[in-house]
């Protein structure tokens, strides 16, 4: 009933730029706050960087001043600009949504901690 789709990964050199995409599918009403992750072959997944529904932002030490992170609540979509990419930042990026309102049946149902399906960011030397 209610899904995430990112878009948006790919292979790009050191110093690059990407800009993912998440949208929230179905009969949304409301979505809270809107953060992307990331996780690296071997690694723990780790928060990049979340936004609230008054897109106040909130960013990873490791990210900050080269990923801004951006909402369209009219269209329920979290954006995730990066630049001056580096290796390091390899990983598979994953949408969060971490409660949103729908419509199930004609009645407001919640959905808490929705995820996507990862996209893959790979960033060469």
């Known amino acids: 009933q209610v899904q995430l789709v990112e878009s948006g990964g790919g292979l790009v050199q050191a110093g690059g730029s990407l800009r993912l995409s998440c949208a929230a599918s179905g009969r949304i009403f409301s979505i809270n706050a809107m953060g992307w992750y990331r996780q690296a072959p071997g690694k723990q997944r780790e928060l990049v960087a979340t936004?609230?529904?008054?897109?106040?932002?909130d960013y990873a030490d490791s990210v900050k001043g080269r990923f801004t992170i951006s909402r369209d609540n009219a269209n329920h979509a979290v954006y995730l600009h990066m630049n001056s990419l580096k290796p390091e930042d390899t990983a598979v990026y994953y949408c969060?949504?971490?409660?949103?309102?729908?419509?199930?049946?004609?009645?407001?149902?919640?959905?808490?901690?929705?995820w996507g399906q990862g996209t893959q960011v790979t960033v060469s030397s």
């Open positions: 936004i609230t529904g008054g897109h106040n932002p």
């Open positions: 969060n949504v971490d409660h949103l309102l729908y419509y199930k049946d004609s009645k407001l149902d919640h959905k808490y901690d929705a």
